[in-house]
């Protein structure tokens, strides 16, 4: 699409076209000027899926200018801004604030596979990302390298909310969730596993092959590569394969939540890997364990104050005092004060003892 067939148009009676940024499987996104706000902004040429009909195409119009919609309460640094949806022509525009700098997958292409503990530390922007969209009801269904972008400035940045219904059945290949196959919709859960394939390609340059609901190879992904539990994170993940081979897995119970995927993204990101990988279908189950009813922060902490390492529960009991002493429990050491008090009490039984001897000798002798 050349510059001198769009550069002049008005879309929406207030955004004008300046030059194209790039072009990508959901249309092209263009450099433009509002001139009611006096801003420049983004506006996405939405293309509809190929060799849809006219009902097909105007679903699918819907749907987006629908998803878009809803994408203009998503608010997060991380998330690029939804300002306005425009139907004109039959096919929506979004316009979207305008991000300055390159996307994940034209990073990847120019500079190769990113090392783990950047992956890790882009990963969990775009998971703060995803976090504020799912509170606000929103999954965003098209997570991919293409719609990540890395400014200029150091931002990182979630594009492409609500284009979910114009990539066609599957999504992105590579990039859609097992169970977000063709006619069912976006959920956070898939949209971890999104998350999961795009930390695989960034330390690989390719998304998992088979894993998806459409594969790198545009199969069903049935039989992905790591077999029922889904494909195995590469081998060049680093610190980042606990939490790629667990984001991956083909059951969205089975995955961990998006609080419990923070906390191994920290520790990738920091140089280290968790030991512990925690799945969200059974925290009823992990409570119990932990005892007493108290919740693990992802910090590794307890809520009443304990700490250490994932995975390891403190016993029920008071505080440690002064003396530093473990917190009670059964199969604990003895506080350094009981161990003294038992030993005063030794020492004062033995003295009694001693003391009745001598006094029965000395009446003995006096007789």
């Keep these: ?199 695989y390609a960034a330390v690989e340059g390719r998304p998992p092959a088979g894993g998806g609901a459409t594969g790198a190879g545009g199969g069903s992904g049935a039989e992905g590569a790591g077999g029922a539990d889904g494909p195995l994170p590469p081998r060049g993940a680093g610190g980042l394969a606990p939490v790629v081979g667990a984001l991956l897995r083909r059951d969205p119970d089975a995955r961990p939540s998006a609080e419990e995927a923070a906390r191994l993204l920290g520790a990738a990101g920091a140089g280290g890997a968790a030991r512990t990988v925690r799945a969200s279908g059974h925290s009823a189950e992990r409570r119990g364990a932990e005892g007493a009813g108290r919740a693990r922060r992802p910090d590794g902490a307890d809520s009443a104050g304990g700490a250490g390492p994932p995975g390891v529960g403190r016993g029920p009991g008071p505080d440690p005092g002064p003396t530093g002493g473990p917190a009670g429990g059964g199969g604990g050491a003895e506080p350094p004060g009981r161990r003294a008090a038992v030993a005063v009490g030794a020492v004062g039984l033995v003295v009694a003892v001693v003391g009745l001897v001598v006094a029965g000798l000395v009446y003995v002798a006096l007789r």
């Design 1 to 199: 699409m050349s510059q001198g067939a769009y550069g002049a148009r008005l879309v929406g009676g207030r955004y004008r076209l300046a030059d194209p940024l790039r072009e990508d499987g959901a249309g092209v996104v263009w450099r433009a000027r509002d001139e009611v706000r006096g801003r420049d902004v983004a506006v996405r040429d939405v293309r509809l899926p190929r060799g849809a009909g006219d009902a097909d195409g105007g679903r699918a119009a819907e749907g987006v200018e629908r998803a878009a919609r809803e994408a203009t309460r998503v608010a997060h640094r991380n998330a690029v801004a939804v300002f306005d949806v425009v139907m004109e022509d039959g096919r929506p525009w979004l316009v979207t604030e305008l991000v300055r700098g390159l996307t994940l997958a034209e990073t990847l292409e120019a500079e190769g596979p990113l090392p783990p503990h950047r992956a890790a530390r882009v990963g969990a922007e775009v998971l703060e990302a995803l976090r504020a969209a799912h509170a606000a009801g929103v999954p965003h269904g098209s997570v991919a390298p293409e719609a990540l972008l890395l400014g200029n400035d150091g931002r990182v940045a979630l594009t492409d909310f609500g284009t979910a219904p114009a990539a066609g059945p599957g999504g992105a290949p590579g990039y859609r969730a097992p169970e977000c196959g063709p006619g069912r919709p976006a959920t956070p859960a898939g949209d971890l596993w999104s998350l999961g394939a795009l930390l």
